[in-house]
Nanobody
Framework: VQLQASGGGLVQAGGSLRLSCAASGRTFSGYAMGWFRQAPGKERDFVAAINWSGGSTYYADSVKGRFTISRDNAKSTVYLQMNSLKPEDTAVYYC?????????????????WGQGTLVTVSS
């Protein structure tokens, strides 16, 4: 699976952005998808995940209620809608795919990674 993330940019605090991750290669619908982020000088952290059908989602506490993950299997694309952005959301955001199909926040279970897209939130 090849993943291409897009949609990052510069936004003021309180604003919104929608990230997209387009997949190609193997059957997209069989994979659970996740978003992770990495701020400068920090480890890559889990943000959100969605199962193969879109019927189950899971969020980090830090983004719960502000971010929404969704997917369109017909378009082989997963999205991350980010609202009420805060300066601490500034990071490179990565999409990832795991063949297990179920939601997981476990970094090591994700076999495929996109190249990352930078989100900068100004105060």
């Amino acid at each position: 699976v090849q993943l291409q993330a897009s949609g990052g940019g510069l936004v003021q605090a309180g604003g919104s952005l929608r990230l997209s991750c387009a997949a190609s290669g193997r059957t997209f619908s069989g994979y659970a998808m996740g978003w992770f982020r990495q701020a400068p000088g920090k480890e890559r952290d889990f943000v959100a995940a969605i199962n193969w059908s879109g019927g189950s989602t899971y969020y980090a506490d830090s983004v719960k209620g502000r971010f929404t993950i969704s997917r369109d299997n017909a378009k082989s694309t997963v999205y991350l809608q980010m609202n009420s952005l805060k300066p601490e959301d500034t990071a490179v955001y990565y999409c990832a795919a795991t063949p297990q199909g179920r939601v997981t926040n476990t970094y090591s279970l994700y076999n495929y990674w996109g190249q990352g897209t930078l989100v900068t939130v100004s105060s």
